[in-house]
């Protein structure tokens, strides 16, 4: 996000509406990653870094035919998983942390996905951002993972101004009533993505605009 004059925190009051808004519109809100078990969400979170969601779903639809499991993907090996996933961004990289990844929860985690942050973050292409993901989709846990997406949004709005990811993360935690926490990551991350885009917000069909800090909210496009 652009340097610019920060937005003001928004209150209480209006944090509690823009969620009661999200659920209105969306009461199941789902990420767009296809998987299978804990471990294939694993896996496409970490190919999914730097990545659209769609790019990865087309590279682990046969990838997870053939390695559902730690185990299977081990057996692959590095150059086969490497061949599988070559149309992502970084696919070198990522096709070596998902092997090495894979050789962990063997020796480490007798071949499960573990359910804690620090377990999660202690696997190659592991970051916070992705064992979030991980805890709040698959063990349901009430984190938020703060992509470009989230931190757009929580900067913008003033739910959740901030200077870096972790500050947004912290700051969102505290802010979002604890009845929406374990869906808001969801909410944010696709109004993020398909509502409030980097470029031009499409502020005219905007569910949360009323509450919003954002100015100047962007006109609806002109009709020829």
């Given amino acids: 996000m652009a340097k610019g004059k920060k937005v003001k925190r928004l209150p209480a009051a209006d944090v509690e509406a823009i969620f009661t ?10 990420g767009e990653l296809d998987y299978v078990n804990a ?19 087309k590279a682990t639809k046969k990838l997870f035919e053939l390695a559902p499991s730690p185990a299977a993907m081990v057996a692959l090996g590095p150059e ?8 992502i961004g970084l696919y070198r990289t990522k096709a070596k942390n998902v092997f090495a990844l894979s050789q962990l929860l063997i020796e480490r985690h007798n071949g499960e996905v ?17 064992a979030n993901v991980v805890l709040n989709i698959f063990f349901k846990q009430p984190t938020i993972a703060v992509d470009t997406h989230l931190f757009r949004v929580g ?13 947004v993360e912290e700051a969102l935690l505290k802010a979002v009533p604890e009845h929406y926490l374990l869906h ?17 917000p499409e502020c005219w069909r905007c569910i949360i605009r009323e509450w919003c800090r954002f100015e100047p909210k962007t006109p609806a496009p002109k009709v020829a």
């Fill in 155 to 167: 900067n913008r709005t003033g739910l959740a101004p901030g200077d870096n990811p972790l500050q």
């Fill in 39 to 57: 471990f294939t969400l694993l896996v496409a979170v970490v190919l999914s870094a730097q990545a659209t969601d769609v790019g990865v779903n």
């Fill in 80 to 87: 086969r998983i490497e061949e599988l996933v070559k149309t």
């Fill in 184 to 200: 808001a990551h969801h909410w944010l991350i696709l109004h993020g993505r398909y509502v409030c885009k980097a470029r031009k």
């Fill in 114 to 130: 573990p359910d804690r942050r620090e377990a999660l973050e202690a696997l190659p292409g592991v970051g916070r951002k992705t």
């Fill in 21 to 30: 808004a999200f659920e209105r519109d969306n009461p199941e809100p789902k």
